[in-house]
Each structure stands twice: as C-alpha cells, then as structure tokens.
C-alpha cells in the first residue's frame, strides 16, 4: 500500500464510495491527503436563552421539556421545547421526522442554530443536535469543511481523511533540510496533518504557509530546471542606427515612452545574451510600432523573427500594419502572415517560403506554435498580448528558434518582482504616457432608459464621418437570459438605423474568413457602427472609431472593459464610451471607477482590492500555474522566499537528483 494505492484500500471507503470520490477527481490516498478543506467551521460558546439573539448562529444548552410532536401535512415538521433555567424556545424541524425518536424529555443537549422571531414568539430552526460531549468535543479546535458531492457527506469525508492520515508520512518532502530550518517550517507530514485538522487558526496558517513554500519551491525549481538546457550563445543584431533613423521619420513623433523602450530593446539585441524584456504599456500607449522596428533591426541583420497575436483579427491587423509600414519605408522584406485559417495548401506553401527566407517578418496566432513551422534564422520572437499566453506556450517559442532574443508586450501589468520570478530574468520597459495627439476619452455609465439618446447620438457621430462600436455579452439569443446577442442586436439595428447608418456584426461563431472580411469593411469604412462580442477586445485599432457603448457593462470585468474601451480614443477626434447597464438599478460600484478613471494602472489595482485578486492577468486560468494551495498574488512574500532559497541551490548532487525526480514526473507536492 502506498499514496498511489486506490482510495478504497482507506478502511471504510467501498465500491460505492469510491466510485463517488473519483466523480471530484479523487482516486488515490494521496488524492485524499491533498484535498484540503475550503473552510472551517467554529462553533461558539454557549448562550443563555434569555440573552441569545435572533437571527445569527447560536449554540444553546437545553432540556427538552415536552414531547416532541409531529406535525403533519407537506411541511412534515417536528416540534417542541427547550428550557435552560433562563427561559424557554421552541425548536422546529423540517423534513426530519426521525428527530421526535431521537430527543427525550428531560435529557439536555446542545443546538446550534439561528433563531427567527414572528411577532413574540421565538423559534430555533433547524438547529444541529450535539450531546453535551459532543458539542464539547467538536468545540475544541476547527471543524474542517470540505467540497462535497451528491452522496458524500462532510462527516464521512473526514472520517476518510483521519484514515489516511496514517499514509502521511509516506509523502516526500522535497525542501532540503537546511531550507526548512533555516525558514522554521514544519515536517511536511505535520502541516497536512494540521492543514485539515488544525487546533486553531494560527497553527492553519503555520501549515499552510508551509505548504504554500513547498509548492512554489518545485515550481521554481522546475523553471530552473529547465532553464538550464536552453541557455546558448544568442544572436548579435546590428542596426540599431538604422532603426533609430527610421524611427525619427514616422509619420508621427514617438513619445518619450516609445523612445526609451526601443532604447533598451536595441541595445539588447546589440548583446550576445538572448533578450527576455517585457514591453509593459497601457492600451494605445502604442506598443506595435515598438515591436515593428525591432523586427526590422532583425531583418537587417540577416534573420527572422515572429511577431504573434492572441487572436486571428489582431494578427491580420498586424500583418497589414507591417505590410504598410514596410512598403512606405521602401523596403524589401517579405512579411508572412500565418493563422488557422489559411489552407492547408496555401499553409504548405508559405511554410515553405518562410523557410527560405532569411529575413522573413512572420505574423501569427499560437497556431504558429502548433505548426512544424522551421525558421532556421529565427532571431526575435515578439508575442503581444502576452497575459493571453500560457507560460508553457512561451517555453515552446524560445525552444522553437536555437537561442532566439524575446520580447512580450503586455497592457496588463504585473507586479515586477511577479514577473521576474516567473519569466526569469525578464527586464521590463514602461511606457507611461499616451501620444500626445489624445483627447481623453469621456465616459458615462448610463441605464437602459438612456438607448435611444445613445443610437441618436452614435447616429450624429456618424455623420461626423466617425465609427463606433456596440458590444454584446452573447453571440446569439439565449434563452432564460436576459442578455444582449449580437445577432438580435444586428437586426434591431439595422431596422431602426435604415440606410441612415450601415451596421455590420463580428462574433466569434463567424469563420475566421468573415471576421477578417467585417474588420476590412469597418477600417474602409463600410460599416460605421459594428455590433461585436469581445472578439475585438484586444488590439484592434480603427482610429477613426470614437464610440464604443458596452451592453450589460456590468457582466464584464474591469480590466476587459477597460481594454474594450481601448479600441476608441486612438485618433484626434473626441471619443467616448457609454456604458450600458443592463438594469435599471443604482449605478455599479465597478463601473464607476471606469467612469472615473481612464488609466489602466489604476484600474487594475482597484480591480484587485473590490473583487479580491481575481484572474485580472490571465495567470491563474493558464493552467500551468494551478497550485493546490498557493496563490501567486496572495502569497507573493513566499513566492519571493522561496525564489530565493531555489537561487542557492547549486550543489551538483542535489541538482542532478532533482532532474531525475522531474525526469519521473514526482516533483510535485
Ligand atoms: P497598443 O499599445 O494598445 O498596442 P497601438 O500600437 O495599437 O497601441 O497604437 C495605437 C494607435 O496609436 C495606432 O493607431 C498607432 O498608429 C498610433 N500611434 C502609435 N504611436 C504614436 C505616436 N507616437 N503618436 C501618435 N500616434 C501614435
Ligand atoms: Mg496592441
């Protein structure tokens, strides 16, 4: 028997019973150890009758002083009474017609309920039923909650846990001893023992600080691991004059921002050390521009490079972008652009081209990476939107090229010292301002009695010769919910505009071909006012678009709101965004910041304190980083700690005997 043994070797779990657990994914004792209760429950002291409140949890120490009686009919309820010298209450069960067996007048027990008033009279509902002992007993340290399902009951599930502790010691510990004095951490075997069974709440901590250690431990580890095999020598680029000339003779003038950011990318590039720079700026902020004129200093100096996008509509924009840019400026690379789209025949083809193609300028989606796409002089690999990548997506580009240098952009920020743990040595580049050619853009937050005032004044912007945008939560009508689609919405708008206004609609059931074709028509200005899903939340740039109204604002996050806004403002015109609420209730707290507030900084941090730090930066959905217990934002002192203990560790030995532990997949808690 070991942690791998099924979960019926644990003393009372049959048949049944495990084929109950494996339905929450639990299969093995180790499984068991390792589901860690979501709560705790504490019981309180005993209160007095005379001096209980209604309405709140309360333990009350009674004898039962009459008969417990049914009462009949569909509520199937049992009554009766509790004394205990300061007063009396009712107690009233429902559906629970055994309990009239169960208690017996004259002997005294503990309920643990609340209690509800009508008029004078005061009932305990529904309380637990303890026996003096018991309540005692289960009033000396936390009572572990954990997730059920149907047929599992919170007792059995940790009278299974109890039972297995006894497998606990068998589970490895994989910190060195001198981390674990050094950091005055327990034994493994008794943090997950406390982790389920604490005896109050600091001794939880203790062990779940512990834990958390341990977990962030291996996956630095693993980093580090891995890291070692693709260090080379990397790729000296050589134009960084050339670049900085083109750079002065924009059609614009780069910001301060811009400026310094290709400042330190060039330079990079000038080093034999493979870049790893993150380009951090707030949407607008004008990052493209940026990761164009680094691709060019590759080209020049003999190579390719990949510039990729989290979807196809971003990467086609890119990819005419790039394509503008290099014919203004009279040159003669080729760009590629290469998405799920194209057809296998048309993908063979430019697969081929590309490969014979030292200086390629290659645009794409993480198809890129699915694909046996061979880029023999690959030198840059650039990924916008980086927050929309998994980190395990980024290992496979930089293993893609031999030694390529790498730059992510990213409007979301991430805490710097977060980013240096987990890409590594990753420098960062800010860009704090917006061109200086925007008017900030004005925003309201309105409900929908205010729609009809929108479609006019989206109808004026229009005849202004500008765009707008409509965003829907759904692609197409659902029922039981009342949510906005785009293709109800389409319709409605396209009765009501006439051929005053020609609306378009883009949703992401739509083939990647339509999506390109509707994005085309909006930037010529075929479409003026696009009804969309979030398809177009990142990147999208049409300048000339000064309206973006959200329906059901409040369905949204905040940092997607904020990026859904980031596709207008981008011109010289006045933009504005409309918020829609989709009732008629009290302004949402959340939207009101957007309304305050246009800077995505800021946002973000707000983001984090009203919903607690939630998914804002996309790391914790990415599936690679899914701890059991730690939480990358929560636990950042730990994740630090022990990034540095993981730094020190250099002895050969435990080196070599960490890799084959990798190697045999058991590097895990
Ligand atoms: P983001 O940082 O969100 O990716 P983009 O790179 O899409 O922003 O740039 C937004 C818009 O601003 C584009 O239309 C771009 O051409 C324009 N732009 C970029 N830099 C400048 C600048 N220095 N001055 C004026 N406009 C600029
Ligand atoms: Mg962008």
Do not use: W
């Not at 010691?169 to 023992?193: F, G």
């Not at 796409?373 to 980024?394: A, C, S």
């Not at 909006?522 to 009804?531: A, E, G, P, Q, T």
């Not at 997607?560 to 918020?579: D, M, P, V």
Request: charge should be neutral; aromatic fraction near 8%; glycine fraction near 6%.
């Amino acid at each position: 028997m070991d942690l791998n043994s099924p979960v019926s070797v644990i003393k009372g779990i049959g048949e049944k019973t495990a084929k109950t657990l494996n339905k929450i994914g639990v299969y093995t004792v180790r499984d068991i150890l390792l589901r860690f209760p979501y709560s705790f429950l504490e019981y309180p002291e005993v209160t007095d009758i005379a001096a209980s409140e209604d309405d709140v949890l309360v333990a009350i120490k009674g004898k039962v002083c009459a008969v417990p009686y049914k009462k009949g009919g569909k509520n199937d309820q049992v009554i009766t009474r509790i004394t205990d010298g300061t007063g009396n209450l009712s107690v009233l069960f429902f559906h629970m017609p055994y309990v009239k067996n169960n208690l017996h007048v004259g002997d005294t027990y503990v309920f643990y309920g609340k209690i509800s008033r009508k008029n004078s009279n005061r009932a305990l509902i529904q309380p637990k039923i303890f026996s003096e002992e018991e309540y005692n007993l289960v009033r000396k340290a936390p009572v572990p909650v954990y997730h059920l399902t149907q047929g599992l009951s919170n007792n059995a599930f940790t009278k299974y846990v109890k039972e297995a502790l006894s497998f606990a010691c068998l589970l490895d510990d994989y910190l060195p001893d001198s981390v674990i004095t050094e950091n005055k951490l327990s034994t493994k075997e008794d943090a997950i023992k406390t982790m389920h069974f604490p005896s109050d709440f600091n001794e939880l901590i203790k062990a779940r600080e512990r834990i958390v250690f341990e977990e962030f431990f291996l996956f630095l580890l693993k980093i580090e691991l891995n890291k070692e095999s693709v260090l080379h020598n990397g790729i000296v680029f050589t134009h960084k004059n050339d670049v900085l000339k083109i750079a002065d003779n924009l059609p614009f003038t780069l910001t301060n921002g811009q400026s310094n950011a290709l400042n330190d990318i060039l330079t990079d590039l000038e080093s034999d050390i493979p870049m790893q720079r993150l380009l951090q700026g707030d949407v607008g902020s004008g990052k493209t521009i940026v990761a164009f004129l680094s691709m060019l200093d590759c080209a020049f100096s003999g190579h390719q490079s990949i510039l990729m996008a989290p979807t196809e509509v971003l990467a086609t924009q890119h990819y005419e972008k790039l394509c503008d840019f290099i014919s203004t400026q009279e040159l003669d690379f080729n760009v590629y652009l290469l998405t799920g789209s194209v057809t296998p025949k048309e993908k063979i083809r430019i697969k081929e081209a590309i490969q014979n193609d030292d200086t390629a300028l290659v645009i794409g989606t993480h198809a890129l990476l699915e694909e046996d796409v061979v880029l023999p002089k690959l030198g840059l690999v650039i990924t916008d939107e980086q927050h929309r990548f998994g980190v395990k997506q980024r290992e496979t580009m930089f293993l893609k090229g031999v030694n390529p240098h790498v730059l992510v952009m990213s409007a979301t920020p991430i805490p710097r010292t977060l980013s240096i743990i987990l890409y590594g040595d990753l420098k960062v580049s800010l860009i704090t301002e917006l061109p200086s050619n925007r008017i900030p853009i004005k925003n309201c937050v309105v409900n929908r009695s205010f729609r009809n005032k929108s479609y006019e004044f989206i109808e004026n912007e229009v005849k202004a010769g500008h765009q707008a945008y409509i965003i829907c939560p759904l692609v197409s009508e659902s029922d039981g919910l009342d949510l906005c689609d785009t293709e109800s919405y389409f319709k409605m708008m396209t009765d009501y505009y006439g051929d005053r206004v020609k609306v378009g609609i883009l949703n992401g059931k739509m083939r990647n071909k339509d999506k390109t074709r509707i994005m085309e028509n909006f930037k010529n200005k075929k479409i003026d006012v696009l009804i969309s899903t979030t398809v177009v939340e990142v990147g999208v740039d049409v300048p000339n678009a000064t309206v973006m109204m959200i329906e059901n604002a409040e369905r949204f996050g905040l940092s997607q709101l904020h990026q859904l806004r980031g596709r207008i403002g981008r011109g010289e015109s006045q933009s504005y965004c409309i918020f829609m609420q989709g009732n008629n209730g009290e302004i949402n707290k959340r939207l009101k910041i957007l309304n305050e507030s246009n800077d995505g900084f800021y946002i973000a941090n707000m983001d984090l304190k009203l919903r607690g730090p939630g998914d804002i930066f996309g790391i914790r959905q990415s599936g690679e980083l899914n701890f059991v217990v730690a939480d990358i934002y929560n636990d950042a002192e730990i994740l630090k700690t022990a990034s540095n203990e993981v730094s020190k560790i250099k002895d050969a030995a435990t080196i070599s005997k960490y890799r084959e532990l990798l190697q045999q997949q058991s590097l895990n808690l």
